[in-house]
């Protein structure tokens, strides 16, 4: 069997995400509110099978970037609710076209959504929560804000089509594999920062600092679950480990063991990511190569730089719980176990 690497780190639970959660709670009631009756249609298979993945306990941490950027510049309108539900839905969209095009059976540990209505459904139901995104952005009348959610819907696309080139190919290179990451995760996560400034009418060196924030936190994110999906277990995963591996997904991860490793070992990742030839036993040892090869330890240690950018980022900021907040999200993105 091959060496579990724990990447649990202890913290105070209020280094977690308690704080930013506590700040923004009466907003984020508000936004699952808007929420819900967005979802609502005539056509009773779209309610049903996006509350099947709203509903599965995710933890809205885009959403709540927005509230918290917005609160920290003591914004009192109604925009940033439904901005906020906008961003949620985008996100949510792009999981159902994501398990797809990934042919993944689970999401958050339920079943995903294709398994249980089908491809189609999946993918004209994430249609739906788009078109509902941007009619939420139109309704807040701000054409800046409307243009950065636009922006990253299209890069969040562009980042799905780079993956498929990359998916099977370890001559990926990490450069390559970090464009799609910063396409496919760090764009959302960028948007969601700035428009919270956005929409509190705030300059442009406060939105590039919450853009530069949001873009290195979803950096440090990705990094930290492509870790995880070969060190963690699956109740808290929500999914089983190894799944990328079995997917055939180039992650930093494996771009460093195969790096890394001898003509035979390289032979291996090839028969199993690139032919996917997967035997019995090669998850097992495709984690001794990673272990043998720092790969683990090695990815954490690029997320915790993107925690740092992060952080800061947020330097330009006067103190205040909402910044505290927003710092602690780092802490928690970056030593998280789910």
Request: glycine share 8%; hydrophobic share 45%; charged share 30%.
């Amino acid at each position: 069997m091959g060496t579990v690497v724990s990447l649990k780190k202890k913290t105070d639970r209020e280094s977690g995400i308690d704080r930013i959660v506590g700040l923004v709670s009466e907003d984020m009631q508000r936004v699952n509110e808007l929420i819900l009756s967005k979802t609502g249609s005539e056509v009773t298979l779209i309610p049903e099978v996006a509350a099947h993945l709203i509903e599965s306990g995710g933890k809205r941490l885009r959403p709540m970037l927005t509230l918290a950027a917005a609160g920290m510049f003591g914004y009192r309108g109604e925009g940033h609710i439904r901005l906020a539900a906008s961003v949620e839905f985008m996100h949510t969209a792009t999981l159902l076209h994501d398990d797809v095009v990934d042919e993944s059976d689970m999401r958050r540990g339920k079943a995903s959504a294709r398994m249980v209505w089908g491809n189609e459904a999946s993918v004209l139901v994430g249609d739906f929560l788009l078109g509902q995104a941007f009619k939420m952005m139109v309704e807040v009348g701000s054409l800046p804000a409307l243009e950065v959610l636009a922006d990253a819907a299209a890069v969040i696309a562009e980042g799905e089509v780079m993956q498929l080139v990359t998916t099977q190919n370890t001559a990926t290179t990490e450069d390559e594999y970090l464009a799609v990451i910063r396409a496919k995760t760090a764009a959302l996560f960028a948007a969601a920062g700035e428009v919270g400034a956005i929409v509190a009418d705030r300059d442009a060196e406060e939105r590039a600092a919450l853009r530069s924030y949001g873009a290195n936190l979803g950096n440090a994110f990705q990094l930290v679950d492509d870790a995880l999906d070969y060190s963690g277990v699956q109740a808290t995963l929500g999914k089983k480990v190894g799944d990328d591996f079995r997917d055939g997904k180039i992650t930093l991860p494996v771009l460093l063991a195969y790096r890394r490793g001898n003509e035979e070992e390289r032979t291996f990742w090839r028969r199993s990511l690139n032919d996917r030839a997967v035997e019995e036993g090669d998850l097992e040892r495709a984690i001794e190569l990673m272990a043998s090869h720092r790969a683990l330890e090695d990815t954490i240690g690029r997320a915790r730089h993107y925690g740092a950018m992060a952080r800061d980022a947020l330097e330009i900021f006067p103190g205040s719980e909402y910044r505290q907040a927003l710092t602690e999200v780092i802490d928690f993105c970056v030593s998280r176990e789910f």
